[in-house]
């Protein structure tokens, strides 16, 4: 394979994966802005699974804490 391909397949899968983070944490934001900061990753998790979401916990918890997402008790 030729490495220019190479370089244009990596580009695409890092802007794929991008965009898809970028949607989690919307996602992850809007559940947990809807709880009025309330919501732990518990509730978070089963809310989204209520709609047909399924994200693994330490994805929920690691987004809580990098974006400062503090549930208020």
């Not at 991008?18 to 509730?43: I, P, R, S």
């Not at 809310?47 to 979401?53: C, F, N, R, T």
């Amino acid at each position: 394979m030729a490495k220019w391909l190479k370089t244009k397949i990596r580009q695409f899968l890092c802007e794929h994966r991008n965009a898809q983070l970028v949607w989690q944490v919307k996602t992850v934001k809007e559940v947990f802005d809807g709880g009025k900061g309330k919501y732990g990753w518990q509730t978070i998790k089963m809310k989204l699974e209520d709609v047909g979401i399924v994200f693994n916990h330490k994805k929920i918890i690691r987004i809580k804490n990098k974006y400062g997402l503090i549930t208020k008790i």
